[in-house]
């Protein structure tokens, strides 16, 4: 039976799994900076109602500086993956966001988290399976053209690594306050981003349904994920929450028709396998 915490890090993974497919289709028909914005503004607003109706008082300025830091990394984290999204394949940047769980599993176990032996083989074939679906042989002469975006994936993964650890931390005050002071200062930093830069609003139209979906997903992922790191281990949650890749390659083989090799698809098998290892231990 699979308990509470790691259902909740696979929900979050399947929203941000889902919400990454949709962001970046969006991102190619429009500046990825203000499909960023656009959907991070439509997730705090709807955040804000939740927390405003749950009448839970605001945390302390310690909380509230956690969470803001933790809110411009995932400002950065966003513009970075919705940029690299739409000028690679999806199905070869996205698994790259799969380093991300590294950093909060690390700083869980810094911690003194000690996961059973089951846990860590989970962990292992998990991360195997992430790092076969990131693979993509044959592509050295093509070096200089993918080097960008994987270059701007890995930046995102980073930073949404070290924006999980905010999260947790400011979470111990309560899940759903963190969560919103954290994508408000995403909202500011993306405003401020785009003040500067006054980026080409791109080929097409910004279609409101799948902003208004990204949006709802991203933040229902960040408040289940948020959500289980109170309730088990930061570094099962980080791993299980990091299968969202997954979903994203997925999503991308089966509508938009490209191509997995086969140690990818091998990979996408590793990384449920571990996952139900993280699961079930």
Known sequence: MI???????????????VADFLGGLESRRAAPLLVALVTQAGGALLLAGV??????????????????????????????LYTALAEGKMARVAPVIGVAPVVPMIYGIGSGEQPSTAQLAGMAVAFAGVALLSREPGTRSRQGAIARPMLLALVAALCMGAML?????????????????????????????????????????????????VGLLDVSANVLWTVATTLGLLSIVAVLGGLFPAVTVLLSVVVLRERLRRSQATGAVMALAGAGLLSTA
């Open 165 to 213: 650890v905010g999260l947790d931390r400011a979470a111990e005050y309560n899940a759903y306050w963190a969560v919103l002071l954290a994508r408000m200062s995403t909202v500011t930093f993306l405003s401020l981003a785009w003040s500067v830069r006054r980026p080409s609003t791109g080929n097409g139209s910004l279609r409101p349904v799948p902003l208004v979906a």
């Open 3 to 17: 308990e509470a915490a790691p259902a909740l890090g696979l929900g979050a993974a399947a929203c941000w799994g």
């Open 51 to 80: 927390v405003a109706a749950g009448g839970t008082a605001p945390p302390d300025m310690d909380t509230i500086a956690v969470a803001s830091v933790a809110g411009v990394l995932n400002g950065i984290a966003f513009y970075a």
